[in-house]
């Protein structure tokens, strides 16, 4: 499986992204994908996940309310939108595959995308 991320940039507080993670060699059918993000000389920490099967997606408290997740399943993408974004939301986002959406067991992760906010 391959994923490759998308979509980070530059964006002022308050302001808006939506990240896009495309996977070639699986299909959207079964099990699960999710999102982390890695701040300089921080761990790599969950953010969210969503099951394929059945939809159930999951957050880490300090984004519900302002992060979204989705997928296309026919396109095999998934979306991370977010919102009313902080300067401490600054990180490296990566996308993942996942044996399960939470706790995130992780299969392989794609590359990842910067996104920077700051004004």
């Known amino acids: 499986v391959q994923l490759q991320a998308s979509g980070g940039g530059l964006v002022q507080p308050g302001g808006s992204l939506r990240l896009t993670c495309a996977a070639s060699?699986?299909?959207?059918?079964?099990?699960?994908m999710g999102w982390f993000r890695q701040s300089p000389g921080k761990e790599r920490d969950f953010v969210s996940s969503i099951s394929l099967s059945d939809g159930n997606t999951y957050y880490t408290d300090s984004v519900k309310g302002r992060f979204t997740i989705s997928t296309d399943n026919p396109k095999n993408l998934m979306y991370l939108e977010m919102n009313s974004l902080k300067p401490e939301d600054t990180a490296i986002y990566y996308c993942?595959?996942?044996?399960?959406?939470?706790?995130?067991?992780?299969?392989?992760w794609g590359q990842g995308t910067l996104v920077t906010v700051s004004s």
């Open positions: 060699g699986r299909t959207f059918s079964s099990g699960a």
């Open positions: 993942a595959e996942l044996t399960i959406p939470y706790p995130a067991k992780v299969l392989s």
